[in-house]
């Protein structure tokens, strides 16, 4: 393990690039990441609808949870004396802890944000709470994950240039008091180092997305997230910003866009240069009844499926389609069997982890544009 000024900094390494689009290695203490990587979500401390072993069966390395959620219910400190989340959540591989700063934007209509922070009202029991930078901090260091985020001001799509300047700047603050926070434990959490990401906001204006990109890489990071997009803004702005924010951040150190799962939208940030990735709209979509396929999504609220002995896809290993039709899984679905949630969500998983591992391949073999016009692009 390496420091950056004394934050624990672990080893990355771009093995193969193709265009804008990279291959890395992230070697943490729980074991060696891959990139490009999505990471499943485990907002409350389990991916809803899928066990820790067939996580592994399909191909996740790290996971995400929430520490909003974690903690309100039970509370960090509860984590803690339960284990830590890796015990809590019965997984020995890497786990990355957001600061809660999104969901806080998605209160926002009961939020009050100043520079010390954010007041809001819990949504388990009203309970009224304040989270700082220093307080970001403390509660990941009790969860124990093995990456940390700083605490973040992310602006809705809508907002006016003004609003968005002062969310850049803010962000920038807590960057600095977070990581202030953070070396004053030694980078240490509850169940070792914690490597600690800062995020760059400013919504779709160059201008400003420039700003607090290179304003953020001046404090200094171990690695760096792009933050603020996916949030209501156009769709070729998002992508035209997250090639801006990656030419600004240095090579050398792990890039991370917040909140993008579904398949075109992967490859796209993976041509632009982004190393890992996170989203619920695979086990939301799951557990909507709809399935990921090359061809499109798959709603097996459809009629048309009823009947249907073929798989969810052909060739593809998860339990969904290794041994059951369309048909049953609808059944299942329609008639809201635990069963079916499990099998499709399962299957999302499975189908993002092997296209993200298509796309590294493609990478280290120097044929990206070609996966990205063609199955990596349908």
């Not at 160059?206 to 792009?226: H, K, M, Q, W």
């Not at 369309?326 to 499990?342: D, N, P, S, T, Y």
């Not at 296209?355 to 544009?369: D, N, Q, T």
């Amino acid at each position: 393990m390496n420091t950056l000024d004394g934050l624990p900094d672990f080893p990355f390494s771009v093995v193969a690039c193709d265009g804008a689009a990279r291959a890395g290695l992230l070697e943490t203490p729980r074991g060696t990441v891959q990139t490009p990587c999505f990471m499943p979500v485990g907002t409350k401390g389990t991916v809803k609808a899928i066990a820790p072993e067939r996580l592994r069966a399909v191909g996740a390395q790290i996971i995400l949870a929430n520490t909003y959620h974690l903690a309100l219910r039970p509370g960090s400190e509860t984590v803690r004396r339960l284990g830590g989340l890796h015990e809590f959540m019965q997984w020995d591989g890497p786990i990355l802890t957001d600061s809660g700063g999104y969901q806080v934007f998605s209160l926002r209509a009961t939020a009050r944000i100043d520079d010390s922070g954010v007041e809001f009202r819990s949504i388990y029991d009203g309970s009224k709470h304040v989270f700082s930078p220093e307080r970001a901090m403390a509660e990941q260091a009790a969860l124990g994950a093995d990456m940390v985020m700083c605490l973040d001001q992310c602006p809705p799509g809508t907002a006016t240039a003004t609003e968005v300047d002062a969310a850049v700047k803010r962000t920038l603050e807590w960057a600095a008091r977070c990581k202030r926070a953070h070396l004053a434990r030694g980078g240490e959490g509850s169940d070792g180092p914690q490597m600690l990401l800062g995020i760059a906001q400013g919504g779709v204006l160059p201008d400003l997305r420039r700003e607090s990109a290179e304003r953020l890489v001046g404090i200094g990071f171990p690695g760096y997230a792009i933050g603020g997009l996916t949030v209501g803004e156009d769709r070729e702005a998002m992508l035209d910003t997250t090639g801006l924010t990656t030419s600004v951040l240095p090579p050398d150190r792990l890039r991370y866009f917040m909140g993008i799962g579904d398949p075109e939208g992967l490859v796209e940030v993976i041509a632009r240069g982004v190393d890992i990735f996170d989203c619920v709209l695979p086990t939301r979509t799951a557990r909507m009844g709809t399935a990921f396929t090359v061809t499109g999504r798959l709603n097996l609220r459809n009629a048309e499926h009823a009947l249907s002995t073929a798989p969810l896809e052909e060739g593809c290993p998860c339990t969904a389609c290794a041994g059951f039709s369309r048909g049953a899984i609808r059944h299942f679905v329609m008639q809201k069997e635990i069963l079916g949630l499990m099998l499709l969500t399962e299957h999302n998983l499975c189908f993002l982890t092997r296209l993200v591992a298509r796309a590294r391949e493609a990478i280290v073999g120097g044929r990206f544009s070609v996966f990205r016009s063609g199955e990596g692009g349908s």
